[in-house]
């Protein structure tokens, strides 16, 4: 049955807009209110009559109030379709001074051919302010996400040259800009320098590119006016904005907007990010909030990275001076040596070796283990170098290591023991060939690969060093006949560990040794160094130092 509507005709118009829950106000021509519903109090705290003949222009915020020659938000304007069947989101004044986010909707009342002064607009105002927070929260999530994914970038770069180059792209994917300049502070003179540009795969900026051969002080351009402020700085129309000094690029470039935030270690400013936009677009304080986080995360991130590396450089040069710049050269006899420090996070090993000539023409060779790492271990480690250097002119092995002994239980403070292995060897020319007196401070015996392949361990062992003043050391004398190789290396051989935890072992060397292709010293070492390596290969156990010394007298 059809639903009778005919007494609604009867209602007056001002009856049933007074009866909606959204405000409405109707306005004439020139913008003077006419009407106002009783939800318009609710909204923007306003009585409706107090409203009557007012301009719809004075609840706009000063800001926004469009000066004389401006037709800014008038309805004639609407009428030229500006606003006009459409939901447009802008702040009004509430009558206590606030500003209230509204949705607005515009409707014309009569013809387009109606005379402009007897037009009428009916505006209805619904409270945006619950969805403008919800859209907020979700940006601000957004951008938090963003952040997140800079950092877990970073943290996987190995160094900072590699961080810097992963924070454009990511930036730039998860923010959705189009190009990203990034600027590092030079340390010489201060200014700020290119160091990469980063542009999303449909875009390109050439005039851009071409302009980051500029370098920029404090307070020049945008750059140097982040790095002055130390602080983000947003230019919202860059072909106009006199602070931006590449205009006439950013035309050529049909790039519009842009942001620049400081990558701070503290208060020191290390470089300077910009975001580029082709959209003329707002930059939220939400974002901008976000970007100063991420380049001070950022910038604590790339200061660790260079610490690090400064002390990685550092830890290679005290690494460098614990071993010979270079092998000697020895007559009749060919000398190889490797060395790899352990896959810890220990900067400095453990492990040393030295050969050095003896005044009476014998020579003394030398292969030691520091229990640790670090600068504690290297301070052994040189202090078993250099004594060991001291006392060779006693031209016995035995000897040298009982001096080392006392010199390591000397320097034994309160804190933990620390010991030391090693093997030492001093070499000589006999009339039949070479031989080789050797002795052990609790370290693995040297090999002795002969000219048919056959391999034997030799020596004595004794206690470590630095454990017992009262331990006596002992000298084995061995020949090395023709075609002989003898091997001293660190318990980093055979305890490298593969993946299931398995020891490299010295059955493992002893076969290794045996092969061709360790029938001479460099053989010897290269061949043992690639098995520890393949050992190690993707064992989630770390790899401790290894030192090899390798000595073959020719056949």
């Known amino acids: 049955m059809p639903m009778d509507l005919g007494h609604l005709s009867a209602v007056p118009p001002e009856t049933l807009l007074d009866a909606l829950p959204d405000a409405v106000v109707v306005a004439d021509g020139e913008g003077r209110i006419s009407y106002a519903n009783p939800a318009i109090r609710?909204?923007?705290?306003?009585?409706?009559?107090?409203?009557?003949?007012?301009s719809l222009v004075r609840a706009l915020p000063r800001r926004f109030q469009p000066d004389s020659s401006s037709g800014a938000l008038r309805p004639l304007s609407v009428a030229q379709g500006e606003l006009l069947g459409r939901t447009t989101q802008l702040p009004l004044l509430h009558a206590a001074g606030h500003e209230v986010v509204v949705d607005l909707t515009v409707a014309r009342i009569g013809s387009p051919h109606t005379e402009p002064a007897q037009r009428s607009f009916v505006c209805v105002l619904r409270d945006a302010s619950a969805t403008v927070l919800l859209e907020r929260q979700l940006q601000v999530s957004r951008y938090l996400a963003a952040t997140l994914r800079v950092t877990a970038a970073l943290t996987e770069a190995t160094d900072a040259d590699v961080a810097f180059q992963r924070l454009l792209p990511t930036l730039c994917?998860?923010?959705?800009?189009?190009?990203?300049v990034l600027w590092e502070k030079d340390d010489h003179s201060g200014r700020l320098v290119h160091a990469g540009t980063w542009t999303a795969p449909d875009v390109d900026v050439p005039a851009l590119r071409g302009e980051t051969r500029r370098t920029f002080g404090r307070g020049e351009g945008l750059p140097g006016l982040v790095q002055q402020e130390r602080a983000p700085v947003v230019v919202e129309d860059l072909w106009r904005d006199p602070r931006f000094l590449r205009r006439e690029a950013a035309r050529a470039d049909d790039v519009r907007t842009g942001v620049a935030f400081p990558v701070l270690r503290g208060d020191a400013v290390l470089g300077v990010c910009e975001l580029f936009s082709r959209a003329r677009r707002t930059v939220p304080p939400e974002l901008i909030d976000v970007l100063a986080h991420a380049g001070r995360q950022v910038g604590q991130f790339l200061g660790r990275l260079r610490a690090e590396s400064e002390m990685r450089s550092l830890a290679e040069t005290l690494q460098r001076s614990l071993l010979?710049?270079?092998?000697?050269?020895?007559?009749?006899?060919?000398?190889?040596?490797?060395?790899?420090a352990g896959g810890g996070t220990a900067l400095v090993g453990g492990d040393t070796y030295d050969v050095l000539p003896l005044p009476d023409g014998r020579w003394m060779a030398l292969v030691a283990d520091v229990c640790g790492t670090g600068a504690e271990a290297a301070a052994l480690t040189?202090?078993?170098?250099?004594?060991?250097?001291?006392?060779?002119?006693?031209?016995c092995p035995a000897a040298v290591l009982a001096a080392v002994n006392a010199a390591l239980l000397h320097e034994q403070g309160g804190g933990p023991l620390r010991f030391v292995t090693a093997a030492c060897l001093v070499l000589e020319r006999g009339p039949d060939g070479h031989r080789v007196g050797i002795s052990l401070a609790g370290h693995p015996p040297p090999l002795l690969r002969?000219?048919?392949?056959?391999?034997?361990?030799?020596?004595?062992?004794?206690?470590p060093l630095g454990v017992d003043a009262g331990t006596v050391f002992t000298d084995h004398t061995v020949e090395l006949p023709a075609g002989s190789t003898l091997l001293l290396y660190t318990d980093g051989v055979t305890e490298a560990r593969d993946a299931a935890g398995e020891q490299f072992g010295e059955e493992g060397l002893q076969r290794l040794l045996g092969d061709a292709a360790c029938a001479d010293a460099e053989g010897a070492v290269a061949a043992v160094a690639a098995a520890v390596e393949a050992q190690v290969a993707g064992s989630r156990h770390e790899a401790d130092d290894m030192a090899l010394l390798a000595l073959t007298v020719p056949a």
């Open 450 to 463: 002969t000219a048919d392949g056959d391999v034997v361990a030799l020596g004595s062992p004794a206690a």
């Open 324 to 340: 010979p710049s270079h092998l000697p050269t020895v007559p009749g006899v060919e000398l190889a040596a490797r060395y790899r």
């Open 382 to 395: 040189a202090l078993t170098r250099h004594t060991a250097r001291a006392a060779s002119a006693a031209g």
């Open 173 to 180: 994917t998860e923010l959705d800009w189009d190009a990203a």
């Open 42 to 54: 609710t909204l923007l705290g306003h009585d409706p009559d107090a409203l009557i003949g007012r």
